[in-house]
């Protein structure tokens, strides 16, 4: 007689299932084809020529460009991948300088790693660069390379302007159709919001629409970034998204009536957005129907508005600010950037937390009589990327694909010669390299293993005796960094977390308080909802995370996320009050503002007091008919979240 085992004892935990499973993504056709070219070209040169390690090395540098080539806009690009390459020419050229040197090794990569840490505070171009001064650090102190001290950063640099070459070729026949493509895309998620009103597929995609708008506003202003002068196609595209803020503003008024809207609206905004992606300056021939409340008075409203920018039809349509602030002088920003780097405690901390887990590495590879090597550290330099997810489960999932991508690769070097026949499998398994990135680290890992280990094979000529040591080094790795980069670490999820939920919760309040003000000005009331929906939206992306993590940092990060929705809700609130007043309801006197704006200032406080739930007051009362009805309920529900139940 077997004994019956409960099925939820079979069950895995939801945060192993949450670090295992794909996240969706398109496949990326153009990078699969650059990367395709870009990694098999270097090495089929190499072998042309009779210096295929020569063609090894520039194909590593072509790796870390293919996995760096993430941009939409062509200027992204540039900075996304040539500047990060040169921090990786540096790198390299330090570690082969001291490569062979004992604890002198160790002390220079320890050193670069504490500034490769605090610098990858700076943003997403700084931390690519950071890590990839690091990575190339590692592999110059950690392989014997070929030819003069300056070679190997030549040749890997080379690698990488190759990747940039070819993502630019479309350059001269697509300029600014990526950004022209976002601002449609904005467009086309607020139809969908638009919708969606009155459903429960509302919340999902208001989160779609504030990372629309991320993207879109980042990439323009990017751009504008280049130009010393005020370019006429970006101010139209910046003017056109910031057209349809005021149509998102409206729609959560219109969402509080639990109604679906006539769907002459959201195909409106669907025509508006293939009129911005083509360019299209002819008249629209909008069908709307006639409002017939305050809300649908101000859906219709931003709607006409939205219309005549996209047409170019509106006097201010060429003219209007930026509803971020346009992007500071160049050195402006590096000097904040450097200021803020070594002032800043949270970069110290990630600095020295790096800088430990690599000295332990790099000290057991360059100093202990072990046959161990540079993959140690390379897996430690690949893990402590908290920036880029829970350092616990970057951990596991560098195993786990680390296995998986051992597997593809005992085939390929047990069943293909080394010669020709790499070029051929470097053309297949390159392009697997954008295909997994977007679904998850532990399959960018299985998809970038055997690339590397094919590479490292025309290096050393090892084989399939490769696969055992690699393994191996990359346990060691992820004990290193799971042991002194999380364990060693304690940091507490209110620490994390929690101030940061509670300077949102705050900065609600200050929203709350200016949008039902007397001198309230629309650009600052607009900048102030967006920010707040930018910081929301990393505050989510930081809960996410934690959700990854084992208890008790993953079962926090469950028992506060619904906090993080709440607070959105607030924001809407505000936002759909704001539209109704301005559209005929009657203004809240100072008194609802004050007690909903000492409500919400109690709850950040709470939030920085503690890390666990706690009780609080829900008492919210006012006149019944007030527009700022609905906005007391989500204040009482964002309150009661924090009740222990």
């Not at 467009?187 to 009103?197: C, G, I």
């Not at 070097?413 to 020709?420: C, E, F, K």
């Amino acid at each position: 007689m077997f004994r019956q085992f409960p099925i939820s004892r079979l069950t895995p935990p939801d945060w192993l299932v949450r670090n295992l499973q794909p996240k969706p993504a398109p496949i990326p056709w153009a990078a699969v084809a650059r990367a395709s070219i870009a990694m098999s070209l270097p090495l089929a040169i190499g072998l042309a020529v009779g210096q295929p390690a020569y063609g090894a090395l520039a194909a590593i540098g072509s790796l870390t460009a293919v996995i760096s080539d993430t941009a939409d806009a062509y200027r992204m690009r540039i900075l996304r991948i040539a500047i990060p390459q040169s921090f990786g020419a540096v790198g390299v050229t330090i570690g082969s300088l001291v490569y062979g040197h004992g604890w002198i090794a160790v002390a220079a990569v320890t050193t670069v790693a504490l500034v490769s840490g605090m610098i990858s505070s700076i943003g997403a171009v700084a931390s690519v660069s950071g890590l990839l001064l690091l990575l190339d650090c590692v592999v110059g102190a950690g392989l014997p390379l070929p030819g003069q001290w300056w070679l190997a950063p030549l040749l890997m640099f080379g690698g990488g302007l190759l990747v940039l070459a070819l993502a630019l070729l479309a350059w001269p026949l697509r300029s600014g159709v990526p950004e022209r493509d976002a601002v449609a895309a904005s467009y086309r998620t607020v139809a969908d919001l638009l919708a969606a009103s009155g459903t429960a597929k509302y919340d999902d995609l208001r989160l779609a629409v504030t990372e629309s708008f991320n993207k879109s506003y980042d990439l323009i202003l990017a751009r504008r970034a280049f130009h010393h002068g005020r370019s006429p196609e970006l101010v139209r595209l910046l003017a056109q998204l910031n057209a349809v803020t005021p149509v998102v503003e409206a729609a959560p008024a219109a969402h509080q009536y639990g109604k679906r809207l006539p769907a002459e609206i959201p195909a409106a905004v669907r025509h508006l957005a293939e009129a911005v992606e083509t360019g299209y300056s002819g008249p629209t021939g909008l069908h709307l129907p006639v409002p017939e409340s305050e809300t649908a008075r101000a859906v219709d409203h931003a709607l006409r508005h939205a219309a005549d920018v996209v047409t170019g039809r509106a006097p201010d349509a060429r003219t209007i600010d930026d509803r971020l602030g346009g992007p500071a002088a160049l050195q402006v920003r590096a000097a904040r950037a450097a200021r803020n780097v070594v002032l800043s405690g949270a970069s110290w901390r990630y600095g020295l937390r790096l800088a430990l887990c690599i000295g332990i590495a790099q000290a057991l590879v360059s100093t202990v009589p072990v046959a161990r090597s540079y993959w140690v550290t390379l897996t430690v330099t690949f893990v402590m990327k908290p920036d880029f997810g829970s350092v616990f489960s970057r951990a596991l999932l560098r195993a786990l694909g680390t296995v998986a991508g051992l597997v593809v690769a005992a085939g390929v070097l047990a069943a293909v010669p080394v010669g020709w026949w790499d070029v051929a499998v470097m053309f297949v398994l390159a392009p697997l390299i954008p295909v997994f990135t977007p679904r998850g680290y532990g399959y960018q890992t299985a998809a970038v293993t055997p690339v590397i280990l094919v590479v490292s094979d025309v290096l050393n000529h090892e084989g399939i005796a490769l696969l055992a040591p690699r393994l191996v080094d990359s346990l060691i790795g992820c004990a290193i960094a799971i042991v002194a980069g999380y364990l060693l670490w304690p940091e507490s999820w209110h620490t994390r977390v929690g101030d940061r939920l509670a300077d949102a919760v705050a900065d609600t309040a200050g929203y709350v308080e200016y949008a039902f003000g007397d001198d309230a000005d629309s650009a600052t009331r607009a900048r102030m909802r967006r920010g707040l929906y930018r910081d929301l939206s990393v505050i989510r992306t930081e809960f996410q995370r934690a959700l990854t993590e084992p208890p008790p940092s993953g079962r926090r990060a469950a028992a506060w996320m619904p906090l993080v929705v709440a607070v959105e809700r607030i924001v809407d609130s505000t936002t759909a009050a704001g539209v109704r007043i301005r559209h005929g309801a009657a203004r809240p006197s100072s008194g609802e503002v004050s007690q909903v704006t000492l409500q919400l200032r109690e709850l950040s406080k709470g939030l920085r007091d503690t890390d666990v739930l706690f009780e609080v007051r829900t008492d919210l009362t006012g006149p019944s008919g007030s527009v700022l009805e609905p906005l007391r309920q989500e204040v009482a529900a964002a309150r009661a979240i924090t009740s222990p139940h």
